[in-house]
RNA sequence: GCCAAAGUAGCUCAACUGGUAGAGCAGCUGAUUUGUAAUCAGCCGGUUGUAGGUUCGAGUCCUAUCUUUGGCUCCA
């Protein structure tokens, strides 16, 4: 009989009959493992307990464990399937389409011949609770292609993931099914597995939210519900992971950025911000830190007009590609269009005059205001929005010159994220699509420069093979919010296409006409949605530079109001952003106003500092720093309140 | 756009099956003159998102509409 050898964790090899279980194997351990074992990992594949294996490898046993992430996927997995069950008993009818483990619990796509509400989901808890307590096996029953299609012939959904799973190249031409109990007796799905034992072995999990999905994400296709949940190993990894939820809705910007009066938005221009005077310092600190950083890279900065001739954006291809998401206005007998983009107006400015070689690489930024009709659902507080300022910038070149220029511009995106304290940043490069413009020769230059640029600055990227844009591949620099979701930020773009259309060329060395590459590339991407990424990682404690109101002046009573305005007004004069509280209050309850409002400098003022001519300082999270003169408390801020380090 | 939920005072939230819309904070006024996270008292504050409808009676039920929130594959 054939060996086979596993190599487990602790680096022993254990040599076993091909075929013997893992079960077998955690047995021949010690009981009590096997007893805990939820599945086995054999190499890079997690396997049921009960399946035989017939390949050598790495090899361990999983058991519950809330920081082991196969741990979580065969328990998470196997909870959607306690969930498909719960829902099909409670809503006979149900067709199931898709549920897989995800990042932070699973979810289930269905359908249900009645719709499934908010409040159903504690019935469908109990009833899951149920099955759990009921302890039933999953158990995996595999049958031909021929056979497993049959099973699943009058279920739509079933019928087209078991065609796909065909189809993959991994496929060994079996269709597995998973019946919690006995076959044709109890409830079944189509299902790859693995799964764990039993159910009984679920410990913590929650249903927490319910949404609509579309069929393999398909506007045009069915719309599915799907059910949230997720389930961790023991009942503290779950309520560890509720506060979490909790904690993360504390930084939440759109709550502190109504706490600290930033900004709001209003019902009738819906996903357009109205800055308040506190975040338009931040909108202004933020440009302002940008302007500072880019100027000295050779950038010239443009203002080109928010309202363009529709003439021009037949010309550009927006009418063509972009139609449904610009916002179009007229007067008199113009149509004119607000830009969503800043790039054919630049192209436009490069336009004016003959240029030359000598003139590339040439430059270009604007905090360019650009209005898109994002579709109703999609908008989010200041991170999906309709109308943003976008540090926007093209870089006009050369075939040659874009190698380099990508590298500078990711090594700006890395300077400038890093200050921030961004340093694991999410790179997506986008490649060439089926449909596009250009020579594959060119591609091939722009893809290969993309890609070394990040190698160069050493940032890890993730391929999205097809997804570039039909002018060109790109980079996304994308970073998370408080709750993990994914928002593109920076980008550069490589342009083939748009400099063509709109007809800019330069003089050559050769004396002919050529006509430039464009690279399209912002920094931050959009100032709003990059404030409100800030806002929650800082949750609202600025950097000095970035914080609305630097120092609050509070007088300990209203006899010392007047030498608090006095330093108020020293401060104001050295470009201190200073409040003053001159409410008739307890200093306890103006240091909690300002707490609140996380001002990073206090300034407290009585018959001491008075004397003294000081003022008493309190740093935020730092606490009594002691009586000091105004022009110390000056010097003492000065590097922290620097825009440009 | 689609699915599900929500919209009540400036803010946070109450109001059981339809029966006079309340509280805390904020604001205003007064008292107090305060030393490092909430001093006390009084007062003001609402066409319950909007428009219709059902009803003796609607915050509550129905219809439409606007907005907000969660989501709309991490591919069996």
Sequence with gaps: MNQIELTLPDGSI??????????EVASSISSGLAKKALAIKLNEQILDLKRPLKENGTFKIITPSNEDPDALFVLRHSCAHVLAEAVCDL??????????????????????????????????????????????????????????????????????????????DDSDGVLSFYVTGEENKNWEDLCAGPHIPSTGKIKAFKLMSIAGAYWHGDQSSDQLTRIYGTCFADKEGLDNHLHLLAEAEKRDHRKIGKELGLYHIEDHSPGMVFWHPKGTIMVNALKQYIREKISRLGY?????????????????????????????????????????????????????????WRDLPLRFSEFGKCHRYE??????????????????????????????????????????????GFNDILVK????????????????????????????AKLDYELNPGEG??????????????????????????????????GAEYVGKDNQKHTPVMLHRAVVGSIERFLGILIEEFMGDFPLWLAPVQARLLPIS????????????????????????????????????????????????????????????RQRKHGDKGSMSVSDFINLTASDRKIFR
């Design 91 to 168: 809503f006979p009818g149900t067709k199931l389409a898709y549920g897989p483990a995800i990042d932070k619990g699973f979810y289930y796509d269905l359908m249900s011949p009645k719709p499934i509400l908010l409040e159903d989901l504690s019935k469908i808890e109990k009833r899951m609770k149920e099955i759990i307590k009921e302890n039933k096996a999953f158990n995996r029953l595999e049958f031909s292609a021929e056979e497993g299609l049959a099973r699943v012939q009058n279920d739509k959904y079933k019928l087209d993931n078991a065609n796909r799973a065909l189809a993959r």
């Design 558 to 617: 209203e006899k010392f109001v007047d030498y608090a305005k006095e330093v108020q007004n020293q401060l104001i004069q050295n470009g201190i952003r200073a409040e003053l509280d001159d409410s008739n209050e307890k200093l306890g309850y103006k240091i909690r106003q300002c707490e609140l409002q996380k001002i990073p400098f206090l300034l407290v003022v009585g018959e001491k500092e008075i004397q003294q001519n000081q003022v008493s300082v």
């Design 375 to 420: 579709p109703a659902g999609t908008m989010h507080g200041l991170m999906r929005v309709r109308g943003f300022v976008q540090d926007d910038g093209h870089i006009f070149c050369t075939e040659e010159q874009i190698a380099t220029e990508v590298s500078d511009f990711c090594n700006l995106v890395k300077e400038i994220y890093s200050e921030f």
């Design 429 to 456: 490069l986008s490649t060439r699509p089926e449909k596009r413009v250009g020579s594959d020769s060119l591609w091939d230059k722009a893809e290969k420069a993309l890609e070394e640029a990040t190698q160069l």
């Design 469 to 502: 844009a039909f002018y060109g591949p790109k980079l996304e620099f994308v970073l998370k919010d408080s709750l993990g979701r994914d928002w593109q930020c920076g980008t550069i773009q490589v342009d083939f296409n748009m400099p063509e259309r709109l």
């Design 300 to 356: 010239d900065e443009v203002i080109t007009p928010e309202l363009v001739d529709k003439s021009l954006w037949i010309q550009s291809g927006h009418s063509d590609k972009y139609d449904e998401n610009m916002f179009k206005t007229n007067a008199g007998d113009r149509e004119m269009a607000v830009k969503p983009m800043n790039c054919p107006c630049h192209i436009e400015i490069f336009n004016q005059g003959l240029k030359s």
């Design 14 to 23: 254990r040599s076993v009959a091909s075929g013997t279980t893992g079960l």
